[in-house]
């Protein structure tokens, strides 16, 4: 069974570009959760998307979109990039068990913005 | 309120002891806390977790301790091992929100 798969692993990006991130889930797993880690930082969330809609949003700028595919992979994508949008960026299925919600992150996407 | 306070920073620790990491938060609508462990370059892994209707969950090596009254909860790795060694993450969620909130992480280091 195939974990949390993200896409690239790196990327190297300079101010005012604009990137695309994306994520597969975990099989059966149809709610997908974006992260920001800042270095030494703990995740910050970004969204999370359930049945291709936008549910939840976290203290983002609008320049911070994402999708979600009949297929339940997603895609994080992010406009007119800064320095401080380097970060990794961690994707998260979503499992509900016994009321709780469960993370499942993905090894992330590393995003250097020069 | 949204912040969850997590110390110490980092912490040394000899092979067989006692780690302990620490954990406060002020939103009383949270009822879900969890600890992650994150190695270098991999994504934040679910180790342990507890609702506040108890005061401690165990699995294996690992405790929770939860003090509701206080706003605290602490997670208690015995007889540390050298594997342990990595960044460990608290967490909280409000049910329904969706949002989980981390703590700012402790890395541990345990020597052999």
């Known amino acids: 069974d195939a974990g949390v798969t993200q896409s690239p692993t790196h990327l190297i990006k300079t101010r005012g570009q604009q990137v695309t991130l994306r994520c597969s889930p975990k099989?059966?797993?149809?709610?997908v959760s974006w992260y920001q880690q800042a270095l030494g930082q703990g995740p910050q969330f970004i969204f999370q998307y359930y049945e291709e809609e936008e549910r939840q949003r976290g203290n983002f700028p609008d320049r911070f979109s994402g999708h979600q595919f009949p297929n339940y992979s997603s895609e994080l994508n992010v406009n007119a990039l800064l320095l401080g949008d380097s970060a990794l960026y961690l994707c998260a299925s979503t499992l509900f068990i016994d009321r709780n919600e469960k993370l499942f992150f993905g090894s992330g996407t590393q995003l250097s913005v020069l | 309120q949204q912040q969850v306070k997590q110390s110490p920073q980092s912490l040394i620790v000899q092979k067989g002891g006692i780690s302990i990491i620490n954990c406060a938060y002020e939103?009383?609508?949270?009822?879900?806390f969890p600890w992650y462990q994150q190695f270098p370059g991999k994504g934040p892994a679910l180790l342990i977790a507890?609702?506040?209707?108890?005061s401690e969950k165990k699995e294996g090596r690992f405790t929770i301790s939860f003090n509701k009254s206080a706003k605290q909860f602490s997670l208690h790795i015995m007889d540390s091992q050298p594997g342990d060694s990595a960044t460990y993450f608290c967490?909280?969620?409000?049910?329904?929100?969706?949002?989980?909130?981390f703590g700012t992480g402790t890395r541990l280091k345990v020597l052999a």
């Open positions: 939103n009383t609508a949270f009822d879900y």
């Open positions: 507890i609702r506040p209707d108890v």
């Open positions: 099989s059966g797993h149809d709610t």
């Open positions: 967490a909280a969620i409000n049910s329904g929100t969706y949002k989980y909130i």
